[in-house]
């Protein structure tokens, strides 16, 4: 129980990247497979930021005279995940801009059918 | 002053990137000029790298940015590696521009040229940088713009191949980025140099998760063996000019960019006789497809899996000569697969069709393009006196010398992989010289596509003729790969 507790983060951002792996390797549907990566992206994301997390930290700014360095969360993570949601957002956007047009083509989302080239 | 300014490495990646975003303005003012940014961007680029190569050779220049040292900043190693990268990004990404500006027919010229120049900046800043997260978003930036290439003609194959691409691609960079997570959590910097000189404070299993997350990530991106499903696919169906980018650039920065992480940061270790047998798994697996296709630009894709199989177990020999040799064959296939893809768009332009048998007699139609095609086959075969055949050669010397019999069972495969591109790339030559051809006209070749094919043609031969040239600046970058102590003590300083 001591050990689910310590880990649970972890337990939880690796949780989520192995459904979107599953996601996206074993559904059929395209928009399930796109989401499948937001899945991936956002365990990542929680990952990154546990890694710089402090139990009831703060803010690495000195308002308060006296703050202990120990008591900050690390920022640079923060900053991290900060980017890498802005690329997440590309991809995705780019992802169902994508599937917008293969439905044109194909009438169809199954990626099963969407076979004009070899998968 | 003003001549240090002009010569800061940082504007190799600045000046793309502002054109980049300049475009849409440029184009609103003259929509004639903006055909031309692509082209003028390149130029400058490809002028400053040469400038730099000489300095660069004798000592190794370092950009910190934002005024602070090393690490606490992100900071750009431009070394010897870097500037040959840099050069080889430049000149194909100059030549596909000119290529570009009759070639490209469909869509807002604007579009192509902001995602054109946007994906040589990512590659540029790929090779360039020395922080280890601004690797991944130049990653990134390089990535994203190919996909929405891939995807440019708006058919049905291209799309499909984007959407293939895109979904491939972006778990590879989720995986580079989950490895660079952990790096952060063992040592708390995100600077290559920095936490190459912890990496032996830390001894878990940890960091070995990390360097498969790493070698999974970019060899999704540099297609090797079980992880290449995407890129017969991508680099057929994308415009040829793209094609010959993705081929020629895009495959060979995902390949630097593995092997600078396990060098730099991971070191000498056994991966890397692992990666020498996936390398020539790679190779083998490539050439057998191609052997089999029938859609030209399909063999020129298989023909690429193959070559990075070649040019991952090169790198893998891990000495001094092994490495020099995969540098080598990395600028022979930049060469001759773009100047092939460059020819093969052009026929197809011509002909509307990508099958085999619609080359039948192209020698007699279009005899400088088929002679210019002809060249680049018989260098990625290998014959003399192209450059394919100094780079292949100096490959196998490296083999025999690193010794062993695993190394000497691997040459004979490559040698076999070899002789499968030979009889596949020897039945195109043939199919256009000695088939009757459908219709007798000549066609006219445009300036804009014999020009960029015409350098690549002379290059190829030149370097191929004296490749001594570029043996010095070589085994400079060899050195570069393999000494990680003064990588971390330029960087870092004392």
């Known amino acids: ?86 690329i997440n957002v590309a991809i995705l956007g780019l992802a169902l801009g994508l599937a917008i047009r293969l439905y044109r083509h194909y009438k169809t989302l199954n990626v099963r059918k969407i076979r004009g080239l070899k998968w | 002053m003003v001549n240090i300014i002009w010569q800061n490495p940082i504007l190799l990646i600045l000046v793309p990137l502002g054109l980049a975003f300049l475009t849409p303005i440029i184009g609103l003012i003259s929509k004639n000029f903006v055909k031309y940014v692509p082209v003028l961007g390149m130029l400058f680029n490809l002028i ?147 936490i190459a000189q912890n990496i032996s404070t830390v001894n878990s299993p940890t960091l070995f998760i990390a360097m498969a997350l790493f070698i999974a990530g970019f060899g999704i991106e540099a297609s090797i063996f079980p992880l290449n499903a995407w890129l017969p696919d991508a680099h057929s169906s994308a415009p040829s000019s793209i094609s ?16 600078r992480v396990l060098y730099t940061i991971f070191g000498i270790n056994n991966v890397f006789t692992f990666l020498a047998i996936v390398g020539i798994i790679t190779l083998l697996i490539g050439e057998m497809s191609a052997f089999k ?23 893998s020999i891990g000495t001094i000569s092994g490495i020099s040799a995969g540098l080598f064959q990395i600028v022979t296939h930049t060469l001759s697969k773009s100047l092939l893809f460059l020819c093969v768009g052009y026929m197809i332009y011509h002909t509307n069709s990508m099958e085999l048998s619609s080359l039948k007699g192209l020698g007699k139609r279009m005899p400088l393009t088929s002679f210019l095609f002809t060249i680049g086959t018989f260098s990625l075969i290998g014959l003399p006196p192209f450059i394919g055949f100094p780079s292949k050669l100096s490959i196998i010397l490296a083999g025999l010398k690193a010794g062993g019999i695993l190394f000497l069972i691997l040459i004979i495969l490559m040698l076999c992989a070899t002789v499968i591109e030979g009889v596949y790339f020897f039945k195109i030559v043939q199919i256009i010289y000695f088939r009757e051809p459908e219709k007798q006209d000549r066609i006219k070749p445009s300036f804009t596509f014999l020009l960029p094919a015409i350098i690549l043609a002379i290059l190829i031969i030149f370097i191929g003729l004296y490749p001594d040239l570029i043996h010095n600046i070589l085994n400079k970058s060899a050195g570069e790969f393999l000494d990680k102590l003064s990588y971390i003590k330029t960087v870092l300083g004392g």
Request: hydrophobic fraction near 55%.
């Open chain 1, 1 to 86: 129980m001591n050990f689910l507790y310590q880990n649970i983060y972890y337990i939880g951002a690796f949780g989520l990247i192995f459904i979107g792996l599953y996601m996206a390797a074993a559904k059929k549907n395209l928009i399930k497979i796109i989401i499948g990566l937001g899945f991936i992206d956002t365990g990542i994301n929680l990952f990154l930021i546990i890694i710089g997390y402090v139990q009831k930290g703060t803010a690495p700014i000195f308002s308060k005279p006296g703050l202990n360095p120990a008591q900050m969360v690390d920022p640079v993570p923060q900053a991290l995940v900060l980017t890498a949601i802005v």
């Open chain 2, 48 to 194: 400053l790298s040469i400038i730099l190569l000489p300095k660069v050779i004798i000592n190794p220049i370092i950009i910190s940015i934002a005024g602070w040292k090393p690490p606490f900043c992100i900071n750009l190693f431009v070394g010897p590696v870097g500037i040959i990268f840099s050069i080889l990004i430049s000149l194909i990404g100059f030549l596909v521009a000119i290529y570009g500006i009759n070639y490209i027919k469909k869509g807002p010229i604007e579009r192509y040229n902001i995602l054109y120049l946007l994906l040589l900046t990512g590659a540029t800043g790929i090779v360039l940088t020395g922080d280890i997260f601004n690797l991944f978003v130049f990653f990134e930036i390089l990535c994203i713009s190919s996909y929405a290439l891939v995807a440019y003609n708006q058919d049905k194959n291209g799309i499909e191949a984007a959407t293939k691409y895109l979904i491939q691609g972006s778990i590879g960079s989720a995986f580079i980025l989950l490895g660079i997570g952990f790096l952060y959590g063992l040592y708390g910097t995100l600077n290559m140099a920095d």
């Open chain 2, 244 to 259: 010959a980018i993705l081929s020629g650039i895009a495959i060979h920065i995902g390949i630097y960019a593995m092997f």
């Open chain 2, 293 to 315: 296709q029938t859609n030209i630009k399909r063999i020129l894709a298989y023909s690429s899996i193959g070559q990075m199989g070649l040019i991952i177990f090169a790198l």
